[in-house]
């Protein structure tokens, strides 16, 4: 089914809506879909328009296990999302505590050119049991909306037993109040990822992506193309950019850090990228310029625990500065340990601590 | 076998301080032998660091959390390879701090840097650790206020625990600078350019020139702190069973040791076991543990306030020997009584092959104070256009052995050729 969302409209017309909610509760049927291929193409005039799944239908689910595909388009996206304005250009995806999203069992879904604002706190968004999920030219903004986080609020955006999860050429808006956690997914991939650090970051043990295997019998590789990193101009907490644990390998290819003052205090270790027990770890070509470490001697830019084979190539330093309390550029906790048990069971309370 | 490779690596315009370090590497100590760990390598290829300053800081820091032994076997090995440093500069620094690791640094160039304030371009002390450095070429060199280029140098107390492969033969950690060139270096305050307190010392082929030295050395070596006392004991392989060494006597070669530093690395392996040959023909069995400075260049050379130029004291361990053989000496001045080779309390000693030019010094070419002195061979030595330098002085409680051939002097202008005192002779 292909439907169409109109934000000129007031009410439905034939194959076209005014909202976005309305557009997908036409594809259902009680929580299934009645096809299995359907799509929604967002007009032009949804730009910078609030949007929303279906406030009561929150669980959305295939026809069968893993069957039917679901694809949300704008249809005005611009060449490449890379500057905070692009945001402003798109329709606005709000999944809000009374409107958070919870799909499984297709086969893909796809997610193009939306402004995706994440503000829920006591409800908790999840894509679970898909072949594909591919979110592309679009930006994610989790900044904190109010203080309610701090009651034990929920922060997660979960991705579940996926084949194959990509996140495609995005502003991602990141205060560590929130993460997308993603768990038991085969191949993730992040490429051309904007990490936009706010003033209002957190020192906190949420990272903007959060990438583990629970089940040892899930391999995970995880692949990172053009992550960049962008600063408000005040001094920051280090941003915990991407934390792993349990994943098999972990492939980083051009990382930017420039004109970030990370010297704001904190009194939790933090890592931009972290790994901890994996087979493999590349990265290659990242360029840090004009960065300015303090206040906390346990922060860096990489920090691998029991990680098998690392290899890192190419990278690219100017104006490093690092006047009051050390940065570690790279921070590893190693063990030659034979035992995979023995290893988790030593290294991993140690490494993944601040007490070393 | 596992690892970490870094290529390519470059840091520019650069200020670290308080704890900064560019890469921090923290192993767990393994726990009851090194024979349940696999063998590990940390590559780093074509680095680079250029107008930075390292303050309370460093680049490389490479430590084991809790040893709890001394072990036969160093399971991680750490190879620098195509470093490039110039204008660095470092205050309670080093740019490499590695304990308990087989550190390998080869084809390095060090240009216009300054180590102020106990700072150091490698360091080890708190792990006897295993240092090759090779194919080096360091200009414009200032050691300032007790810094050192190189030091290994032990100077915490042993560990009593000791791992079971260790248990009669040699502890293994050579360290080995060969081929490398020291030129327009300034020394002062209490600095000196290489210090050692390991067992198995190699300093090969390198080049001494346009050195300026005050109150510092330029190679410090000896004094190894043997893992064997009455306190210590052998540590089972199940953790919980303890025995105590029956070792008396001699030591053997640790071969399975040398066989896992060398495997990787067969040109440095080449290096160690000619080097024990070379110990071998004169002293073959003390060739366990040696002290050996061999064919290399000291030129242009002005000292103030130094006692030994090569420096080499407490090597009295059993089946160890120390040999200053076929090394260059050239245009030496010092402004006090200065000897070339000096040091105290060795037990057998070669000085052979060496070469005497131009020298101006106050001192001898060989000064040794020492208890029992089993072997000395003096032999080979040249002396041409010296003023004031004497051969050989030697003060011993006991002296066993010796034996002096071809010496030949040109325009000598000392009184007393040698003057050997023993109470037992």
């Known amino acids: 089914m292909d439907l169409i969302v109109d934000a000129d409209l007031t009410q439905k017309q034939g194959n076209s809506s005014p909202t976005l909610d309305q557009a997908i509760s036409a594809l259902l ?19 910078r328009k609030n949007q929303h799944f279906p406030h009561l239908a929150r669980h959305i689910t295939g026809i069968t296990s893993r069957s039917g595909r679901l694809k949300i388009v704008f249809e005005n996206i611009p060449p490449s999302i890379s500057d905070v ?3 402003d250009g798109l329709p606005k995806l709000v999944l809000a505590n009374d409107s958070c999203v919870s799909i499984s069992n297709l086969d893909s879904l796809t997610i193009t050119g939306l402004n995706i604002q994440y503000l829920a706190d006591t409800c908790t968004s999840t894509l679970t049991n898909i072949n594909s999920i591919t979110f592309s030219s679009f930006c994610f903004n989790s900044s904190a909306s109010s203080n309610s986080w701090m009651n034990g609020a929920t922060s997660r955006f979960e991705i579940v037993n996926v084949t194959t999860f990509s996140m495609v050429n995005a502003i991602y808006f990141y205060d560590a109040f929130r993460e997308i956690w993603i768990n038991e997914t ?9 990490l936009v650090t706010l003033a209002s970051i957190i020192s906190s043990s949420h990272s903007a992506f959060f990438v583990t295997a629970s089940n040892d019998s899930i391999n995970t590789n995880l692949t990172i193309t053009d992550l960049q990193v962008i600063c ?3 001094a920051l907490v280090v941003p915990s950019v991407v934390e792993t644990l349990f994943i098999d390998q972990v492939s980083i290819s051009s990382m930017k850090v420039s004109n970030c003052n990370f010297s704001a205090p904190t009194i939790s270790s933090q890592a931009i990228i972290r790994t901890a027990i994996a087979s493999d770890f590349s990265v290659q070509e990242v360029f840090l310029s004009n960065v300015i470490f303090g206040s906390n001697p346990s922060q ?8 098998l084979n690392s290899v890192l190539t190419n990278f690219h330093i100017m104006t490093l500065y690092s006047p009051y309390k050390g940065i570690i550029l790279l921070r590893l906790y190693f063990s030659t340990i034979k035992s995979r048990e023995e290893q988790i069971r030593e290294i991993i309370p140690r490494g993944l601590g601040d007490g070393i | 076998m596992g690892g970490v490779t870094i290529e390519n690596f470059s840091i520019i315009d650069s200020y670290l301080n308080s704890n900064a370090y560019i890469f921090s590497l923290l192993i767990l100590g393994a726990k009851n032998g090194t024979i349940n760990n696999y063998l590990a390598q940390i590559t780093m290829k074509n680095m680079n660091v250029a107008n930075t300053m390292f303050r309370y800081a460093g680049m490389l820091r490479l430590t084991v959390l809790t040893p709890r032994f001394i072990a036969a076997i160093e399971n991680v090995h750490f190879t620098v390879t195509n470093f490039r440093l110039s204008n660095v500069s470092l205050e309670y620094s080093s740019i490499i ?5 087989l550190s390998y640094i080869t084809d390095f160039l060090a240009d216009n840097i300054t180590l102020n304030a106990a700072s150091n371009f490698y360091l080890s002390t708190a792990i006897l650790s295993t240092v090759f450095i090779t194919n080096g070429k360091v200009k414009n060199l200032s050691l300032k206020q007790n810094s050192n280029f190189v030091k290994g140098n032990l100077s915490i107390s042993r560990l009593m625990s000791l791992g079971v492969s260790l248990d009669g033969s040699a502890e293994t950690r050579p360290f080995v600078i060969c081929n490398c060139s020291f030129d327009s ?20 082929q390198n080049t001494f020139t346009n050195i300026f030295m005050v109150g510092s050395g330029l190679l410090v070596l000896g004094g190894y702190p043997h893992y064997l ?3 210590t004991y052998f540590n089972g392989l199940d953790e919980a069973s303890i025995y105590y060494s029956q070792i008396s006597g001699a030591f053997i070669v640790n071969t399975a040791a040398e066989k896992s530093i060398f495997d990787n690395y067969p040109e440095l392996g080449a290096i160690y076991r000619n080097s024990r040959a070379t110990i071998s023909v004169y002293d073959p069995e003390n060739s366990i543990f040696f002290v050996l400075a061999n064919e290399n260049s000291f030129a242009a050379i002005f000292t103030m306030a130094v006692v030994s130029l090569v420096r080499i004291d407490n090597f009295e361990i059993t089946n160890g020997t120390i040999g200053v053989i076929n090394n260059s000496f050239m245009t030496i001045f010092a402004s006090d009584g200065m000897s070339v080779v000096g040091g105290a309390m060795i037990r057998s000693g070669i000085f052979s092959g060496n070469k005497f030019m131009s020298l101006n010094l106050g001192g001898y070419a060989f000064s040794f104070h020492t208890g029992t002195l089993d072997k000395i061979f003096l032999d080979s030595t040249l002396f041409s256009h010296t003023h004031q330098l004497a051969l050989c002085f030697i003060n011993a409680i006991k002296c066993k052995c010796k034996r002096l051939t071809r010496i030949m002097l040109w325009m000598w202008k000392r009184k007393k050729l040698l003057l050997i005192s023993a109470a037992d002779l």
């Open chain 1, 29 to 47: 049927n009680g929580p299934r879909f009645i096809d299995d291929e359907n799509t929604i193409t967002l007009r032009a005039n949804c730009a």
């Open chain 1, 85 to 87: 304005n692009d945001c």
């Open chain 2, 185 to 204: 270096t300034h020394i002062e305050s209490d600095s000196t350019l290489i210090v050692s307190t390991n067992p198995m010392i190699i300093i090969q």
């Open chain 1, 232 to 234: 408000d101009p005040r």
């Open chain 2, 229 to 231: 006392s009455s306190q």
């Open chain 1, 186 to 194: 085969n191949e993730v991939i992040f490429d051309r990822i904007v």
């Open chain 1, 300 to 307: 860096s830019i990489f920090s691998m625990t029991a990680v």
């Open chain 2, 97 to 101: 701090y590695a304990d308990g690791f």
